[in-house]
Nanobody, 124 residues
């Protein structure tokens, strides 16, 4: 098992940057494929980015490609999401998620472990 705690959210203006962190405890982070998802009020949870066990493979949703960067530091048991060029449409609660081997890393249902989320609000 792994416990996940997100941090770094806040209220920013359009065009600003934020860096989200996800601290993991329990089993070694290197055992898990990791993802970031987000959920806006009244919307379904949406895939944002994912990263492979060692960090060599990353991919993103079309809506954040080129603006967001996912990374991990297994030695520090940490996952990150660097968000640049934020837009009001990025406003949501952001969640980190972990799974040993998701069949489809873009699907929230494939992840067994979730953090509690951190709110990101982008004003225009």
């Amino acid at each position: 098992q792994v416990q996940l705690v997100e941090s770094g959210g806040g209220l920013v203006q359009a065009g600003d940057s934020l860096r989200l962190s996800c601290a993991a405890s329990g089993r070694a982070l290197s055992s898990f494929y990791m993802g970031w998802f987000r959920q806006a009020p009244g919307e379904e949870r949406e895939f944002v980015a994912a990263i492979s066990w060692g960090g060599g493979g990353t991919f993103y949703s079309d809506s954040v490609e080129g603006r967001f960067t996912i990374s991990r530091d297994n030695a520090k048991s940490a996952l990150y999401l660097q968000m640049n060029g934020l837009k009001p449409d990025d406003t949501a609660v952001y969640y980190c998620a972990a799974d040993f081997s998701p069949r489809n890393a873009r699907r929230a249902s494939e992840y067994d472990y979730w953090g509690q989320g951190t709110q990101v609000t982008v004003s225009s």
